[in-house]
C-alpha cells in the first residue's frame, strides 16, 4: 500500500512539470527586460548642463473699435502667442545670456514690420503691446502673431535654434512668415558667424556650391528667381548641425509665395576644404 502512494505521488508530480511546461491558452508571456545600456549613454547628461523649458504666453484684446462699415468680424480678436524655449546651463551667466538673445529675437516682432523705436521690450511688455488699440502712428492695427522656438541642434560645443514667426492682418489674402536662427557658442553665449567654421575668402566658392546644391534638392522648375541675370544668393539665415549647414530662404526671398521658405543643405562632406579646424562641425 505504502508502494502504491508512493508511486502515484511520482506519476502526479512529473505530470504537474510537465503541464508547467506547456503554455495555458491565452496566456501572456511577460515582456523582456530592454537593453538600456546605449540608450542610457546616448542620453547622458552634456558636460554643459543644456537643458530646455518649454513655456507658452498667450494675449488677446477683444476691445477693438468697429465701425458699421468694416468687414470684419465682431468676434475678431487680436491675438499673440508665443511657444517658447528657455535654456539652463551649469554656467548660469551663458545661459542668461542665450535668454536676453532669444527674448530679443522675438520681441523684435516680424521682419516685415514697420521699425520701431529700437527700445529693447521684456516679453512681458512685448506680451501686454497687444492690447494697445492703436500702433505707433495712430492706426488701428487688426492683426494676429505667433512665435515658436525650435531646436535645430545642440552638441557639447554649440547650439542652433529657430524662431518662428507668423503674422496675419485682417484682410489680407494670406499670413506673413518669419525665419530666424540663433547660432551660439556654448561656452562664451557668443553667436556664430560662418567665418567661425569657414576658411578666408570662403564666399564665392560657398555661393558655386550652394546654387549647385540648390538647384539638386529643390528642382529647376519651381520658377525660382534665377532668371533674367539675376544672381544666385545664399541667404543670411542658416543653422549649424553636427552634420553641416542648413541656409533657409524667406518667403519671397528666392520664389513664389507658394514654393515657401525653400532650404539648402551643405553637409560636412559637401563644404569639404571649406571648413577650417573648428570645435562645432568636425
Known sequence: MRNLLFFIGVISFLSACNLSDKPKENQVEAPKMAD????IETQATMPTGLSFTKFTLKSENCDLPISDGMEIDEDWCNTR?????????????????????????????PMWSAPGTGKEKSLKEFMADIKNTSNEDGDIDYMQDSYTCRLADSSNTFLSMYIFSEYYGFG????????????IDLKTGNQLKLKDVLVD??????????????????????????????????????????????FTYQV?????????????????????SLLKVNPYLK
Open 252 to 272: 519671397y526671398e528666392i520664389g513664389p509665395y507658394a514654393a515657401g521658405a525653400p532650404e539648402v543643405f551643405l553637409s560636412i562632406k559637401d563644404l569639404g
Open 172 to 183: 489680407a489674402a494670406h499670413g506673413q512668415h518669419g525665419i530666424s536662427v540663433i547660432n
Open 36 to 39: 538600456t545600456s546605449a540608450q
Open 81 to 109: 502667442e508665443i511657444d517658447g524655449l528657455k535654456v539652463s546651463m551649469k554656467d548660469a551667466e551663458v545661459a542668461q545670456k542665450i535668454n536676453v538673445l532669444i527674448e530679443k529675437v522675438i520681441t523684435a516682432g
Open 201 to 246: 575668402n570662403y564666399k564665392s566658392a560657398l555661393k558655386a556650391l550652394g546654387k549647385r546644391k540648390f538647384l539638386e534638392q529643390n528642382g529647376n522648375d519651381e520658377g525660382w528667381f534665377l532668371e533674367d541675370g539675376q544672381p544666385f544668393e545664399l541667404p543670411d539665415v542658416f543653422s549649424i548641425t553636427r552634420k553641416g549647414i542648413t
